[in-house]
């Protein structure tokens, strides 16, 4: 088992930037590959950034790419998620995930956070 607490979210102007967190515990944080994901209200979840064990592997969804950097702590069973230029249409519930492998597919991921609501105004 795996617990995850995600924390930083809150309201933003666009244009700002916020770094949101994911504390791990349980199973061992440093041989699972991390992900966030994001759901808005009305719409299905969907894939964010990913990383693998090492931290060498990230992938991200055209969305935010070049605007969100993934990384992650092993020494603090941490995983990260550094937001620039946040846009009104980043508001979502941002979840992370743990996985055997970095995914940008849903089912690939065994536990999941409760979640942290990122507003963004315009």
């Known amino acids: 088992q795996m617990q995850l607490v995600e924390s930083g979210g809150g309201l933003v102007q666009a244009g700002d930037s916020l770094k949101l967190s994911c504390a791990a515990s349980?199973?061992?944080?440093?041989?699972?590959?991390m992900g966030w994901f994001r759901q808005s209200p009305g719409k299905v979840r969907e894939f964010v950034a990913a990383?693998?064990?090492?931290?060498?592997?990230?992938y991200y969804a055209d969305s935010v790419k070049g605007r969100f950097t993934i990384s992650r702590d092993n020494t603090k069973n941490a995983v990260y998620l550094q937001m620039n230029s946040l846009k009104s249409e980043d508001t979502a519930v941002y979840y992370c995930a743990a996985a055997n492998q970095p995914s940008s597919r849903l089912y690939a991921y065994d536990y999941w956070g409760q979640g942290t609501q990122v507003t963004v105004s315009s």
């Open positions: 990383i693998s064990w090492s931290g060498v592997t990230r």
């Open positions: 349980g199973r061992a944080f440093s041989s699972s590959a």
